[in-house]
T-cell receptor, first 110, second 113 residues
Framework: SQQGEEDPQALSIQEGENATMNCSYK?????LQWYRQNSGRGLVHLIL?????REKHSGRLRVTLDTSKKSSSLLITASRAADTASYFC??????????FGTGTRLTIIP | DAGVTQSPTHLIKTRGQHVTLRCSPI?????VSWYQQVLGQGPQFIFQ???????GRGNFPDRFSARQFPNYSSELNVNALLLGDSALYLC????????????FGPGTRLTVT
């Protein structure tokens, strides 16, 4: 079963604009991770945020975590064509499983 | 350094057959986990192994099994294949388990006919 759900399911924006996608989950977590997947191949780790952190940055990526609302958001600033991919959140609830969400399909229009 | 490698890349099997998928983790990584990804969905957790012991198991039938070898490589075995087992099977490695970032291999595309 999917622990998390990403919103929106699909997003299309112009190159240079910012993209925001959200992840909601159901149970308490140790950490939440964001991954990118191109063309149905292997996933690439983007950012890991722990339950005691509220915000993390990595280059053009900004992740926030609100444990009271059981939600996280991923912001990609100044989008590029190469950012076109599917984005997944994954939660570690301390039960020796990593549970992925349903994904957001991001398309950057040149 | 080499990333996570998986073999084979593609595989076609018939219903009822057995399949073995292989994964080699990044050097120094002691944890390997397996995921099944059906087209259009997120990866579903199957197993996690750490130091050759099973640490976590997802909601998959007993037809699915795995093991980790002394060199930390891993095999995923699926018996009595069903059409619904057709998917991309992903392997990931990490230093110490699921509380650290996972490094994924390119996956094995399994088609069951």
């Amino acid at each position: 079963s999917q622990q998390g759900e990403e919103d929106p399911q699909a997003l299309s924006i112009q190159e240079g604009e910012n993209a925001t996608m959200n992840c909601s989950y159901k149970t308490s977590i140790n950490n939440l991770q964001w991954y990118r997947q191109n063309s149905g191949r292997g996933l690439v780790h983007l950012i890991l945020i722990r339950s005691n952190e509220r915000e993390k940055h990595s280059g053009r990526l900004r992740v926030t975590l609100d444990t009271s609302k059981k939600s996280s958001s991923l912001l990609i600033t100044a989008s590029r064509a190469a950012d076109t991919a599917s984005y997944f959140c994954a939660t570690d609830a301390g039960n020796e499983k990593l549970t992925f969400g349903t994904g957001t399909r991001l398309t950057i229009i040149p | 350094d080499a990333g996570v490698t998986q073999s084979p890349t593609h595989l076609i099997k018939t219903r009822g057959q057995h399949v073995t998928l292989r994964c080699s983790p990044i050097s120094g990584h002691k944890s390997v986990s397996w995921y099944q990804q059906v087209l259009g969905q997120g990866p579903q957790f199957i197993f996690q192994y750490y130091e050759k012991e099973e640490r976590g198991r997802g909601n998959f039938p007993d037809r699915f099994s795995a093991r980790q070898f002394p060199n930390y490589s891993s095999e995923l075995n699926v018996n009595a294949l069903l059409l619904g087992d057709s998917a991309l099977y992903l392997c990931a490695s990490s230093l110490f388990g699921l509380t650290y970032e996972q490094y994924f291999g390119p996956g094995t595309r399994l088609t069951v006919t």
